[in-house]
């Protein structure tokens, strides 16, 4: 069994800055993919970015420019750091985990952490 644990969401100000963490533990053999998602209230939950294991990056348009995407394959860490926050921004942020171990592979998700944009 895998477990993410996140942190680093808050309240913070238009333009403002945030970095969020997410760690990995137990039986995690491989880890492939790393992403951030994100849902905001009534509406669906989007891919914000990803880092596979050897560090090629994508992100969604909306946040392109702003957000950071890195991983610390040494610590098992996934981390998000967010520049420039706009109030669209706001929502709950979950990071994700795909790998493989012994019993096969998983596809784990952390328990979201809030991030409101506010003035």
């Known amino acids: 069994q895998v477990q993410l644990v996140e942190s680093g969401g808050g309240l913070v100000q238009p333009a403002g800055s945030l970095r969020l963490s997410c760690a990995a533990s137990?039986?995690?053999?491989?880890?492939?993919?790393m992403s951030w998602h994100r849902q905001a209230p009534g509406k669906e939950r989007e891919l914000v970015a990803s880092?596979?294991?050897?560090?090629?990056?994508n992100y969604a348009d909306s946040v392109m420019g702003r957000f950071t995407i890195s991983r610390d394959n040494n610590k098992n860490a996934l981390y998000l750091q967010m520049n420039n926050l706009k109030p669209e921004d706001t929502a709950v942020y979950y990071c994700?985990?795909?790998?493989?171990?012994?019993?096969?592979?998983?596809?784990?998700w952390g328990q979201g952490t809030q991030v409101t944009v506010f003035s």
């Open positions: 880092i596979t294991s050897d560090g090629s990056r």
């Open positions: 137990g039986r995690i053999a491989s880890i492939g993919t």
């Open positions: 994700n985990v795909v790998g493989y171990s012994w019993s096969g592979d998983y596809d784990v």
